[in-house]
């Protein structure tokens, strides 16, 4: 039987030889998606490259010298997964293979001959020649390939740079596919999360459109993310009265989310019914303001009281886009309720917030939005804008519903059907 070294001449006779390998073993590689079977078929590779009968893999992460563990070892029938079972790995103390980890440098053992008591002999038993290529992180050898062979003076000592240098390469490429694996892991665990937010937020917002005498009601609401800021609300109120509120909180995802939550729970924790609006938004920044806001998030919102019996709306607003009216009777005139207005919610404790009154007609169109329409972005970077948004509500003529679809449509065409960047919510109104 030929020695092991005239075995890797007759395998790999040329330069041309070696690099088909290297260049198959890189192709492997890069089809793996799990860290373990990427180094079990690296190892597979190498074995075959340099002709060996045992392969040991070594890790002294978190030991102190001589302390080392094997982390994997191609005698085992049912090998461990490092990442995922750590607490099947042996470990040692000392020894040929706790000096050759701990050394810090790539070695070549070609007589090589174990103590009696060596805790590695198990592994290592007969074998005669060993070549240690460390792998470094942050510039130690945390880790360690041990290659093995029956045969005296197997290694050649001319291909160990290149051994080094490829091992190392391959376990930088083996610790980002863990990374990578981790990482997913991570977000799949947020997102999970986050869909329970979401599913939790939208939980808090009116389960149906109330039933107003003389007003068709549609509502539209859309977040950028599974979670969002944006809010709406429906209180009914004595005497068939009915509180209208819409409200926006900066930022977006779970904290403007969490914030929404909190806003849902000081609105329906109000002592009495939440009238008249001004005194209702003053409650509300307070609370804000006093024990949630101090990093730096505020809330918009437009609170109004409706009463059907003559048609008019008592309002609030804290820095709130105004809602747009169509005026039938002012021959379909588009006018803003901004009559009164202050600080968004959550920045001033002491902010007070004056009401207004607005007596709608027959035949007139409100819509309540948040900055997500009018603040959408187009391709060149422009606004969507109120006047688009009055461009929609000019053309409107039939149910709230269709007004709703237009400004929706006229939006995504606007923006080139690009995903929202902010959350978006509308409330229309058309009053019989």
């Known amino acids: 039987m030929p020695d ?25 590689m890069s089809l793996q998606t799990d860290p373990q079977a990427m180094v079990q078929s690296y190892i597979g590779r190498l074995r075959q490259l340099l002709q060996t ?17 094997i982390t994997r070892f191609t005698g085992w029938s049912d090998p461990p997964n490092p990442w995922k079972e750590p607490g099947r790995l042996p470990l040692f103390n000392g020894g040929i293979l706790g000096k050759l980890i701990h050394a810090n ?11 009696s008591d060596d805790p590695a002999r198990d592994f290592i038993g007969n074998h005669r020649s060993l070549m240690a290529i460390p792998l470094f992180d942050q510039g130690v ?14 290694f050649s000592p001319e291909r160990l740079p290149e051994l080094v240098w490829m091992s190392n390469l391959f376990g930088k490429a083996a610790n980002t596919l863990v990374l990578q694996q981790e990482l997913q892991q991570a977000y799949s665990r947020i997102e999970r999360e986050m869909n329970v937010v979401a599913d939790i937020q939208r939980s808090l917002l009116a389960s149906e459109l109330p039933k107003i005498p003389g007003v ?3 509502v539209h609401y859309q977040t950028s993310r599974q979670a969002g800021g944006d809010y709406y609300d429906f209180l009914p109120l004595p005497e068939g009265r009915w509180g209208i509120l819409m409200a926006d909180v900066s930022g977006h995802g779970t904290p403007a989310a969490v914030i929404m939550a909190i806003m849902h729970g000081i609105v329906h924790t109000y002592p009495g019914d939440p009238r008249p609006p001004g005194h209702l938004l003053t409650y509300v920044n307070h609370h804000l303001a006093a024990r949630y806001t101090s990093n730096g998030t505020f809330v918009t ?16 607003s804290a820095g709130h886009p105004a809602p747009r009216v169509r005026s039938r009777g002012r021959n379909y005139e588009i006018t803003a309720l901004n009559a009164v207005g202050n600080l968004p919610l959550g920045i ?50 039939g149910h709230s519903a269709d007004l709703v679809q237009s400004l929706l449509t006229a939006v995504n065409t606007f923006t080139g059907a690009r995903p929202p960047d902010d959350d978006r919510t509308l409330i229309a109104a058309v009053l019989d």
């Open 4 to 28: 092991a070294p005239s075995m890797y001449r007759d395998q790999f006779t040329d330069w041309q030889s070696r690099l088909d390998h290297i260049v198959q073993t890189m192709r492997d």
């Open 53 to 69: 009968d045992a392969t040991i893999s070594l890790s002294r992460r978190g030991l102190p010298a001589p302390q080392f563990r």
């Open 105 to 115: 440098e790539p070695a070549i053992l070609d007589d090589l001959h174990l103590a």
């Open 141 to 154: 050898s945390l880790n360690m390939v041990i290659s093995l062979n029956r045969n005296a003076g197997a």
């Open 216 to 218: 068709d009601l549609a």
């Open 301 to 316: 919102a437009f609170y109004g009281i409706y009463d059907p019996q003559n048609r008019s709306l008592v309002y609030a």
């Open 348 to 397: 001033s404790v002491d902010v007070q917030y004056e009401e207004a009154c607005h007596r709608f007609a027959p035949g007139d169109q409100v819509l309540f939005y948040t900055d997500g329409i009018s603040e959408a972005h187009g391709p060149g970077g422009d606004l969507f804008g109120v006047e688009r948004i009055d461009e929609v509500l000019s053309r409107a003529d």
